[in-house]
């Protein structure tokens, strides 16, 4: 299936360190509860993983905050845990308890009967909402696919939800490395399929979530976390339609780590809001583009204060190309979309002068 | 008052960079709740507030893990709230939540009439409390006094308690930048005669706890945190009863910002798991010494697990001086105390060949 032709390409070119004319942005959790059309979009799907799970509304909340701001790029609507989810564990979520399920993976036995998972038969609702996003988006901006890092979706799936410490599926790491690492194995397998069928369907990048990574020892993040990102990252579909796909690693918390990620052969490293950008980027030189970095609590500050940060940002990166900008984690649920608005158009007007040549 | 000798001075020796026989160890919150023993007297004061407000209490607390464990330091049992506690604005603990302020700073005015905590009137229950300590220690190990950093207990004061995301207090650092560095600066003036106040009473070294400067951004951080901490370096006793008193800055998730901690003149810097000491010793050389760094879930593992952590840690640091073992954070309250055992033990046995010469 030929598609149209892509009318804004900054974030393809930022993630390829070719000049653009102004800083692409994006939002990580763009399409998201902030927005009053999500919410409402949301209740008719009844509960969360319902939205996720039918294509034609995942297709509008993703297309959302596109109405709102000139975004220069979409991300395609789903959850991390789609993939736990398919292997069986029963994901649910429980109203201010975040994810839960009703599997949990704890021993040798438990982890040797998860399956890999087959995207083409078992998460089609995730393919299918891809195709249809991109015949939506028309060529208006390239999308982004995504999956949770093998690490970030072990720690659900060992702690049964969300945890503070992790301490369970940090002692499945320290006591029984072997199982840890089976487990990981077959995440890093079913994640490898996963990205390589939403690129196929029509993801023009990808991105990788590793949330939990960083509350991970420098020695233990290497082993558990970053070595099945890179086993990953070989195991992708880098060009598509003729161009380049490119790979974006985020960990949370990773910024002390940031030569061990650009060292996988990713394209670009997302930055959260503790790293400041321009020693980043000294660090990697041109090894790889930089996405980040503002905190997103900033959006709650007034719009005068937002602009100084964006502004402050820009130049700590400097002139020159491999920026994509984007908050250093996901947007918040009560931020006045407006400021949104605000901090968007900043570094679109803002980072113009950057980009003269 | 003349004190009794020291006898076993090697945390000290180490914080200045001196040689020990073997690596010395404490651990940040030892007097704690995994101990029965602790329990049984918390529920004998009734709740912590009066606990720590206690002073025979707080001294029997204070000791308790030196009679279990080999420690080579012992550390003044208190809270870091105790001077916005002084301060006026009702320090309450409810059950399962955490701290708790019955009036929160959020206005000009607010801030305008907090007092500047002075020791000796409004927490001489603290100096109290490290004086009995000092007596009853008799020369053993040397005791630590310590506070929370100005931007710690800042945030719980403009929250009103714990908080994910400050986004009150971020906003108040953002958007009236003003009123939050009047409220810092007076929080620096009271930690700095709360801490002088503490070693004039007997405390051998302090440390400062900067929890929640690991939230902000490089900027952020550079501006709200780690500037009052410098001030408060400069503003303290560095020499009491003939010897140097070490001051320790621990920021939780403040790995990315060593060498300008190291700058503020302290001796020492806390880091948590998430950095690798061995890394951070060659980025600061012998300016500072370290202060770390298990990661406090490894005490769930098996025995075997943490010996072997231990040894990792010590590897990574290598032979030389200036290294003081500790957890990357508090020991958590459901830790087997056999385990802390074990973690003791293994960094004396382990490092002693790190330390022939």
């Known amino acids: ?48 993983l319902s939205l996720c799970k039918n294509t034609e509304l995942a297709c509008e909340v993703t297309l959302q905050p596109l109405e709102r701001f000139p975004l220069d790029a979409a991300i395609l609507f789903s959850d991390i845990l789609t993939i736990p989810d398919a292997m069986g564990l029963g994901l ?43 015949r939506e988006l028309n060529g208006r901006v390239p999308l982004i696919g995504f999956s949770g890092s093998p690490w970030t979706l072990a720690t659900y799936m060992v702690e049964g939800g969300s945890s503070k410490d992790f301490r369970r599926a940090k002692a499945m790491a320290f006591d029984t490395p072997e199982i840890m690492h089976q487990l990981l194995d077959k995440l890093a397998e079913s994640v490898i399929d996963y990205l390589n069928a939403q690129i196929k369907a029509g993801a023009q990048a990808v991105q990788i979530f590793d949330t939990w990574g960083g509350a991970l020892s420098h020695a233990a993040y290497h082993e558990f976390s970053l070595a099945y990102m890179h086993k990953i990252v070989k195991g992708l579909i880098r060009e598509n339609e003729g161009r380049k796909v490119p790979v974006i690693l985020f960990t949370k918390n990773g910024g002390q780590w940031l030569e061990s990620i650009a060292a996988t052969g990713c394209d670009a490293a997302g930055l959260d809001w503790t790293t400041d950008i321009g020693s980043a980027r000294q660090r990697v030189g041109q090894q790889i583009a930089l996405q980040g970095n503002m905190d997103p609590t900033m959006l709650y500050a007034s719009p005068n204060a937002i602009r100084a940060e964006v502004g402050r940002i820009l130049e700590s990166f400097g002139t020159g190309n491999g920026h994509v900008f984007n908050l250093g984690h996901g947007i918040t649920p009560d931020v006045k979309p407006e400021h949104a608005g605000v901090f968007i158009e900043a570094v679109h007007e803002l980072s113009a002068s950057y980009h003269r040549s």
């Open 1 to 48: 299936m030929s598609q149209p032709a892509l009318q804004n390409d900054r974030f393809l070119r930022a993630l390829n360190c070719e000049s653009v004319d102004v800083t692409p942005v994006w939002m990580m959790r763009q399409a998201g509860r902030y927005l009053p059309e999500y919410r409402a979009t949301r209740e008719m799907a009844g509960d969360f």
């Open 92 to 134: 649910y979520f429980e109203t201010g308890e975040g994810p839960r399920f009703r599997k949990q993976v704890r021993t040798a036995a438990d982890v040797e009967a998860l399956p890999i998972v087959e995207t083409a038969s078992d998460l089609s609702y995730v393919t299918d909402a891809v195709r249809t996003i991109r």
